[in-house]
């Protein structure tokens, strides 16, 4: 298995409320995606990592300026106003020889070296993966008019994160066979479970959390903060 990370940075920042990308903001010193491609550097079975940026993106390059890892970081593709195209490009652009392809989001800082080691594990023994957590409080599913029409059973029901791992070729099979359907899918997995792959989950983290709102970059800053503390 040789992994190659597909990560996602072309998020413009407009929903977040900023001028500059969430990813390239600072938080206890370094840029966000700096704290990502740090964490990522814990797996000794990650090759590579492929950024995607937006296409008007002039920070990335400062940002992660003077960092090495482990891996071999790769100059950056463009990606698309979609993530389907997004993860076309990147997925074009990795070498050859990979043929684990882990998806993730750059403005997930966080993802442990355990949770890395556990959705490689699962994706190397299945074909897929996704890290995912309990579903803690009720869930109900409504109308455009909000009203419930369902509860589901929570015992059945995770809460994923990324990265989202598969063979190289089933994303890409995915990808192709989904192309008239991409904009109803919400994340990469769910491509794969619509193209007939079987998808299993492995062991997500609560740290593992996704910056979206200036509350969870303020998580994120305080956590941070209280480790290196």
């Given at each position: ?6 990560l ?9 409320g ?16 700096v ?6 550097n814990?797996?000794k ?14 920070w ?7 960092y090495d890892?482990d ?5 950056p ?15 074009a ?7 684990m ?6 403005a997930?800082?966080?993802p442990?070296q355990?949770?890395?080691d556990d ?37 059945s029901?995770?809460?994923?994160q ?16 989904e ?17 007939g792959f079987?998808?299993?989950i492995s ?7 996704k ?18 503390s």
């Amino acid at each position: 298995m040789k992994v190659g990370v597909l990560l996602l940075a072309a998020g413009s920042g407009k929903r977040f409320g900023s001028a500059i990308p969430k990813q390239y903001l600072e938080v206890a010193n370094k840029p966000l995606i700096v704290h990502t491609l740090e964490s990522l550097n814990q797996s000794k079975h990650i090759a590579v990592v492929q950024p995607v940026i937006g296409d008007r993106d002039i920070w990335y390059r400062d940002a992660v300026a003077g960092y090495d890892w482990d891996f071999t970081l790769l100059a950056p593709v463009v990606g698309g106003a979609e993530r389907s195209i997004s993860m076309q490009r990147g997925l074009a652009a990795l070498p050859a020889d990979i043929d684990m392809v882990a998806v993730h989001d750059a403005a997930r800082a966080l993802p442990s070296q355990t949770l890395l080691d556990d959705v490689l594990k699962v994706a190397d023994k299945y074909g897929a993966a996704v890290p995912g957590l309990p579903v803690h409080d009720t869930i109900k599913r409504i109308d455009a008019n909000g009203k419930v029409l369902e509860t589901p059973d929570r015992s059945s029901l995770m809460a994923v994160q990324t990265p989202q791992v598969a063979r190289r070729d089933w994303f890409v099979t995915a990808l192709e066979q989904e192309k008239e359907r991409l904009h109803l899918h919400t994340d990469d997995a769910s491509v794969l479970e619509a193209a007939g792959f079987d998808v299993y989950i492995s062991q997500g983290d609560v740290n593992n959390r996704k910056v979206t709102t200036k509350q969870d970059m303020l998580w994120l800053q305080e956590h941070l903060q209280g480790v290196s503390s």
